[in-house]
């Protein structure tokens, strides 16, 4: 592993499914971030987590939940999916307010 | 709120030219600023990591510099090339929150 993955590459899901995002790092970087990439509204942070056992709320926290058992993975989850949640899902990680690295993102589609 | 603008939305260049992106932010105290490109369909790849107690960051073809006083940073691009095309992403970390803030982005084409 390279800096940060993320899975699935792409996903297309029915309404009211559950559904979870994976993103792992090998940087060893505290901080870690999820967004959300929509036309016309650019990139939104989701929720965040500044090290490994705490997370935070961002911009558009609605409808999603993360964890961050240990410092190299900080899944997303979507308990129940919306089509309003289609979008393209970047995961990120930092260092103390330092550079901040982004993986190739997923893309959700919700019907 | 911290806002960040970016202009022109969209520049389309010949080959060869050098060229400036512009970044806006609202609030000055930040903790520093990172410009990003984006490919169609792609993340997003640093470029620039400026932090606020700079003036300017250089890599090869690229300079970015930071007002912070004035709330601009301004992306420089030397002799541009068709592999420059690309939307470019500025982004700035309000101090003490780690959370970036981002523009919209300018999509350049540079044309052979």
């Known amino acids: 592993i390279a800096g940060i993955t993320q899975a699935p590459t792409s996903q297309i899901l029915a309404a009211g499914r559950r559904m979870t995002l994976r993103c792992t790092q090998d940087?060893?970087?505290?901080?870690m971030y999820w967004y959300r990439q929509d036309l016309g509204l650019g990139l939104r942070l989701i929720h965040y987590?500044?090290?490994?056992?705490?997370?935070g709320k961002g911009e558009v926290p609605d409808g999603y939940s993360v964890s961050r058992a240990n410092t190299d993975d900080f899944p997303l989850t979507l308990a129940s999916a919306v089509p309003s949640q289609t979008s393209v899902y970047f995961c990120?990680?930092?260092?103390?307010?330092?550079?901040?690295?982004f993986g190739p993102g997923t893309r959700l589609t919700v019907l | 709120k911290q806002e960040v603008t970016q202009i022109p939305a969209a520049l389309s260049v010949p080959e060869g030219e050098n060229l400036v992106l512009n970044c806006s932010f609202t609030?000055?105290?930040?903790?520093?600023l990172q410009w990003f490109r984006q490919d169609p369909g792609k993340g997003l790849t640093s470029l620039l990591l400026?932090?606020?107690?700079?003036r300017e960051q250089t890599s090869g073809r690229l300079n970015a510099s930071l007002d912070k006083s004035s709330g601009r940073s301004t992306l420089y691009i030397a002799a541009s090339q068709p592999g420059d095309s690309a939307t470019y992403l500025c982004?700035?970390?309000?101090?003490?929150?780690?959370?970036?803030?981002f523009g919209q982005g300018t999509r350049l084409t540079i044309n052979p």
């Open positions: 940087m060893r970087h505290n901080a």
């Open positions: 400026i932090q606020s107690s700079q």
């Open positions: 609030d000055s105290a930040i903790y520093n």
């Open positions: 987590s500044n090290t490994a056992g705490t997370t």
């Open positions: 990120a990680s930092g260092t103390g307010g330092l550079e901040q690295f």
């Open positions: 982004a700035v970390l309000r101090g003490g929150a780690q959370k970036l803030v």
